[in-house]
């Protein structure tokens, strides 16, 4: 990180760039399905660990919350392109079926849809769910006071402590 530090910005900028190129072009140099793979987990890795730094770096805060909404971008692509969704098919799919974004499994009333949808369509497409789950969740917390949340982690572990010096199970305590 130090000779980082001790480039130009223009440099860093042109170094920025050709490792850019080199992450854009790797799935076309031939390089095998396994190694695409681990380059591909890494930038997630990273992409995760660039949050963290930001969360605790702005708020001195560990919150790990903000990896749900990543799980749920990977869940979307997930389900979207798995075996686990099959809406029964009619003529609407057919147009997606053309240009190879469905695929019609079965026959005649009993016939579902399968989605294919390309990685690179549903990559933005998943970011975007992420997003709309963050706001909808994110949105209300935003009006919350500052004590609220820590009041009632404070009852929160009050009960649990009570509940060990009675012997009776707060319906708050940890099961465990």
């Known amino acids: 990180m130090k000779r ?23 799935p076309f140099l031939g390089i095998g399905q396994a190694n695409i793979d681990v ?7 990273a992409a995760l660990a660039l949050g963290l730094n930001i969360v605790v770096g702005f708020t001195g805060l560990l919150d790990l919350g ?9 869940y979307a692509y997930g389900i979207l392109n798995s075996f686990q969704l099959h809406p029964h098919w009619n003529a609407a799919w057919a147009p997606l079926a053309a240009i190879g974004f ?12 399968h989605f294919t949808f390309p990685f690179w369509l549903m990559l933005p497409a998943s970011a975007v769910i992420a997003a709309c789950f963050g706001m909808a969740f994110g949105a209300p917390t935003l009006r919350l006071k ?18 060990r010096a009675t012997g009776r199970r707060s319906p708050m305590a940890p099961r465990g």
């Not at 480039?7 to 072009?25: C, I, T």
């Open 4 to 26: 980082l530090a001790l480039l130009s910005p223009r440099q860093r900028q042109a170094l920025f760039a050709a490792l850019l190129m080199v992450l854009l072009l790797l």
């Open 39 to 45: 380059a591909a987990n890494s930038c997630a890795y």
């Open 66 to 74: 903000y990896a749900a909404f990543f799980a749920i971008g990977a």
């Open 102 to 113: 469905v695929a019609k499994l079965g026959a005649g009333a009993a016939a579902t849809v």
């Open 146 to 163: 500052g004590t609220i949340s820590l009041s009632s982690l404070s009852v929160s572990a009050k009960s649990c402590r009570s509940s």
